[in-house]
């Protein structure tokens, strides 16, 4: 099993900027497809912004297209999510989640059931 390691969570104020990273520590494989979901309570987890290495496809959910950024280190085998512009509807906790093997479709990439791996979360809470 592996475990995903995030970091980067804070709390800033509304337009403000935060940079998410994500691990895998100890993994030795290719990780294929990387992303961002995130979690109010009473809610369901949402995608946020995914990619894949190997050509660079990405996704974003409709409400971040603009201000958030999403790339991955294939060599390393991290995710970064890149976020401007916050804004209070972004106070969630952010979990990373990664897959080995076969890439996902693009409109597979926001989806939870495409994911193998995840991290335990970081939160980020943005106050207007």
């Known amino acids: 099993e592996v475990q995903l390691v995030e970091s980067g969570g804070g709390s800033v104020q509304a337009g403000g900027s935060l940079r998410l990273s994500c691990t895998a520590p100890g993994h030795t494989g290719d990780l294929s497809c990387m992303a961002w979901f995130r979690q109010i309570p009473g809610k369901e987890r949402e995608g946020v912004a995914g990619?894949?290495?190997?050509?660079?496809?990405?996704s974003y959910t409709d409400s971040v297209k603009g201000r958030f950024t999403v790339s991955q280190d294939n060599a390393t085998n991290t995710v970064y999510l890149l976020m401007n512009n916050l804004e209070p509807e972004d106070t969630a906790m952010y979990y990373c989640?990664?897959?080995?093997?076969?890439?996902?479709?693009?409109?597979?990439?926001?989806?939870?059931?495409?994911?193998?791996?995840w991290g335990r979360g970081t939160q980020v809470t943005v106050s207007s």
């Open positions: 989640a990664a897959k080995p093997g076969p890439k996902l479709l693009s409109w597979q990439l926001l989806m939870r059931l495409g994911y193998d791996y």
């Open positions: 990619t894949c290495a190997y050509d660079g496809r990405t």
